[in-house]
């Protein structure tokens, strides 16, 4: 068993190809002349066949990716979050989702939610899985840690399904050793709790589980889930949250509209209502560093702990 690595999930994107590779899957990778930070490059150092850039045109890139998947390859495109799906959501939803009910391209977006940092706003992708869980075939990850990510690459790429894996940018704690295993649409409950649980998915992971350890200071039993697939979310462990905590809490970088929180929402709603609070990011963003921003949006453990016992105080 490995220690957990302690890095930036993005750079998970060229191992899991790497991976893939030596497992015998036909990959192609795309990228739009950002390499250098979604790490793509580093494929293409290994793979110059496999490999191409087409500068910056992203809607093409997804044509491009959608006639490899047609013709029997998996292709995986790669950019920022903000201009994949942001700047080709229309190609993405005619050119992928829609034929043959879904070619299977997979979309590796660097540099989500706010921890993108210095770059500002524009660059602050926070809409970015609202947006790719309305693409019906689609399914949406957020990895937690290097080793998630890379796992979440390697399973995507061997699914006949498009899928969407967001990445960051800063360096993480890794949570993770080699001896996990990533299932698509399966938490992993990383605590358990019994008085309210806190389920989280990327950098928000991390800061749940601090979450936990304030509350159980005040011998408050809190659970934490990483639900790294948004779509499709693991309807059992949230209902079993709801059924055996009482409350809930949902924590992501990114809106609380259309991401993790509204999936939870929508399970709790069709099976077993419960207290729940909803922490993320609401309003548009500025240019600091990454974890300046995540105080600035208040995306912290104090924050999470007080979600917390507001449900608490909510249950029936």
Known sequence: MSEPVSAATREAYPAGLLQLVEDGVDVVAIDADLSVSTMGYQFGDKHPSRWQTVGVAEQ??????????AAGKTPFIASFASFLPGRCFDQLRTSVAQPKGGLSVKVVASHGGVTVGEDGMSAQ?????ALMTTLIPFDVIVPADYEQAKQAVVAVGKTQKPSYVRTGRPKVAGIYTTDYRFEIGKADMLRPGTDVTLIACGVLVGVALKAAELLANESVSARVLNMATIKPIDREAVIAAARETGAIVTAEEHQTHGGLGTAVARVLVETTPAPIEFVGVDRYGTSGKWDQLLDYFELTPAR???????AIARKR
């Open 125 to 129: 992708a926070i809409e970015d899985v």
């Open 304 to 310: 999470l702990a007080q979600a917390a016992r507001d």
């Open 60 to 69: 093409n890139m997804v044509g491009i990716a959608a006639g490899f998947a």
